[in-house]
């Protein structure tokens, strides 16, 4: 069993050991959380390359007690060429899920790698270079990194969709099969790549040599991005939303990611919270607060230029109320919905001084397009791939249009003195996650550990499962899937730590500096901590 992870002089956490160990040292060697989410982040983009990358985006809620904190969207916007008409002269009706025609918005990853390095420096102390953060992703990929069991039945799983994309079978089929778990997954091209970028900075992936090669790759390829793309493409400074929870602020990000929805189930839920978790009022009511926070998030949520009205508003109690009282605590309301799918990784990372990071880089769905430039080894997402061909959509296409995110870091003032960075992996298990995670801890009172470790659900699809059931991990207990099923829940069981429950984290920190950690175990992470 797991139990909480404590210490006082930094703590990294992170779905995958090397990345948070690489975080860890960099607080060793004197840097800031800042600095060490970089670290942790060029590496776990090596060694969970299924489920993020270079060829991604990330965004970044950096902040401490008592402060707002700094909002970075590093997230690209489509490309130029890329409009309705562009897809129908192809003989297309809906923008393809794989290949180079999913290939379609610009990686803004490294970009916010750049804005928060700028940040650090500016705001905060840092003096790393570049070349000091990238090392440990420099050195795993060159001489190689374990394979993980996920990677490998991702890679099975996900054969007869990519085998035939440029470039993947070479990285991911090496000898016509998937690698086998714990063999060295070596990728020079990447690292390669990173010593680029550490030696000419973020800059040379939109604007330098880098840009250049990505962009004749990505035509060769038959991607619509061009290089004017890459060199339009800067990392944003964004406004967090925050609403308050049971007297706690809570914050995460703003549209066009899916953080509304985060911020909506939690205030949604603390009303009407259930007196006790693990209970069946416990998962209907945040299954029901849930499907009220997706039917906004659906109809409105996407590129905020676009949107009718601003995000606050519904935020606003008058706006919550409304929707609180269409929530039935003893009846499911009628689902299916639209939903999301996508892979992802968060990061969190606190420093002695209570500097604070929550960070989440995705490159969407598993392997995203499964295109990998052949020149640098970038594998790049199919984030476009949520936009949608219909005239009235929320989500339609237009060149340089923002796409809907799912992947949204969260934080969290609390009213007791503590400070609070959580989030996961999943898709439309983020929000759901993310809630789970917060009211076992923070509204329920159950340590930092067993609320990562607890049972989970999830409404809706993810990880490109077809169904749209409430799926729940066995462990829940047969009377409350009963229960739920009384209830009018469509309740589908599947196994203990299911990978599609996601790969959630969090740290808090203490009035008096005691930092506590948690990892999952359904991920192959760690809680490293000075």
């Known amino acids: 069993m797991l139990h909480t992870t404590r210490g006082y002089g930094g703590m990294v956490t992170g779905p995958h050991h090397l990345a948070a160990q690489a975080g860890l040292g960099v607080l060793r060697d004197g840097g800031n959380a800042i600095e060490a989410m970089i670290s942790a982040a060029a590496t776990i983009a090596v060694v969970y390359p299924h489920m993020n990358g270079l060829g991604g985006d990330g965004f970044w809620l950096i902040g401490r007690k008592g402060e707002m904190p700094h909002a970075i969207q590093a997230c690209g916007r489509s490309a130029e060429m890329a409009s309705r008409d562009y897809y129908a002269s192809l003989g297309l009706d ?171 189930l939690l205030a949604l839920y603390d009303p009407i919270r259930a007196d006790a978790p693990e209970s069946f009022d416990f998962v209907h009511r945040l299954v029901e607060c849930t499907k009220a926070a997706f039917r906004v998030r659906n109809d409105k949520v996407g590129d905020p230029a676009y949107m009718s009205e601003p995000a606050e508003s519904y935020l606003t109690d008058e706006c919550l109320d409304g929707l609180r009282a269409g929530i039935s605590t003893e009846q499911a309301a009628p689902w299916p919905h639209p939903a999301q799918p996508g892979d992802t990784v968060w990061l969190g990372a606190v420093d002695r001084d209570g500097l604070s990071v929550s960070y989440i880089q995705s490159i969407y769905w598993e392997f995203g397009s499964g295109l990998v430039l052949p020149e640098t080894g970038v594998t790049w997402q199919n984030r476009g791939t949520g936009f949608s061909l219909a005239e009235r959509h929320p989500n339609r296409l237009d060149p340089k249009r923002l796409p809907f995110h799912t992947i949204q870091p969260a934080m969290a003032d609390l009213k007791d003195g503590r400070f609070m960075v959580y989030g996961t992996m999943g898709g439309e298990g983020q929000p759901q996650t993310q809630a789970k995670v917060f009211a076992r801890h923070v509204l329920h009172g159950m340590p930092l550990q067993a609320a990562v470790s607890a049972p989970r659900w999830l409404l809706g699809r993810t990880w490109g499962a077809g169904t749209t059931t409430l799926k729940i991990e066995d462990r829940i207990g047969a009377d409350i899937i009963d229960r739920l099923r009384a209830a009018g829940h469509d309740v589908e069981v599947v196994e203990s730590y299911a990978e599609s429950m996601g790969h959630a984290g969090a740290i808090v920190r203490h009035p008096d500096g005691l930092l506590e950690g948690a990892t999952d175990p359904r991920s192959n992470g760690t809680v490293a901590t000075r």
């Not at 290949?99 to 970009?111: E, N």
């Not at 420096?121 to 001489?143: F, Q, T, V």
């Open 94 to 264: 809906a923008i393809p899920t794989r290949g180079p025609l999913s290939a379609l918005t610009v990686a803004g990853a490294v970009s916010g790698w750049g804005a928060a390095h700028d940040l650090s420096a500016a705001r905060h102390g840092g003096r790393m270079p570049l070349s000091r953060l990238l090392e440990d992703a420099i050195r795993h990929a060159r001489d190689g990194a374990a394979v993980t069991r996920t990677l490998h039945l991702n890679t099975a799983a996900k054969r007869a969709e990519l085998e035939d994309v440029p470039g993947f079978a070479e990285v991911y089929l090496p000898k016509g099969a998937p690698l086998p778990i714990g063999a060295r997954l070596v990728q020079d091209r990447i690292a390669r790549t990173l010593e680029r970028i550490a030696e000419a900075g973020p800059e040379d992936f939109y604007r330098g040599d880098l840009a250049a090669s990505m962009a004749r790759d990505l035509e060769a390829a038959g991607s619509p991005l061009r290089l004017s793309d890459l060199r339009d493409h800067r990392a944003a400074a964004v406004e967090a939303l925050s609403v308050m929870v049971g007297g706690h602020r809570v914050y995460n990000m703003p549209p066009p990611t899916q953080g509304l929805a985060s911020l909506m």
